[in-house]
């Protein structure tokens, strides 16, 4: 968030979404939390020495950013408006209605270790331990329940099967 005092000031629909100061601890959470949920995530030492490589750059470019233009909305959300976004909400949860992209306020449910659930491997279970194969099918199970994308609805479904397969698979060789 750059020039907003507080996260309450964020209009919807922005406020629904998570978001970070431009600051260096923001700014190294944000990218720390992108980093990790790639499939082959930078290890820390590297990343905090790639971070301070470039923040210098990026910090340069945000003060740059400009401000408020003149005749934008104020800085500062009116009482009536969190009043009616706060009733707003009431009367949603009451009515049992929830915002369409609420299965976003979990981030990274389809995430597995730094991995896309739909991208590990029948090779890559073979390698895991029991406990790990569990964990990875259970999380799998939870992104196939949550997931509103068909597409990967089916990918997801097969891996969770998969993961099945190599549970049992052990339990018949004593492997479990």
Known sequence: MVEAENEDDVPFPLAQFQGVEATEDGTRSLVKSINKAQENPIQNDRFDKLFAKWWDDLDSELRHVPGDIPGDAPKQRSDRALLEEVLQTVRNLSRGNT??????????????????????????????????????????????????????????????????????????????
């Open 99 to 176: 915002p369409r992209l609420q299965h976003y306020a979990e981030p990274n449910i389809d995430i597995w270790r730094g991995m896309q659930v739909w991208n590990v491997t029948a090779e890559q279970m073979a390698k895991m331990s029991i406990e790990d194969l569990q964990d990875f099918r259970r999380q799998a199970y939870e992104a196939w329940m949550r997931t509103n994308y068909p597409s990967k609805e089916d990918v997801i479904d097969s891996k969770v099967r998969l993961a099945d397969r190599e549970i049992s698979r052990r339990k018949v060789e004593g492997d479990a």
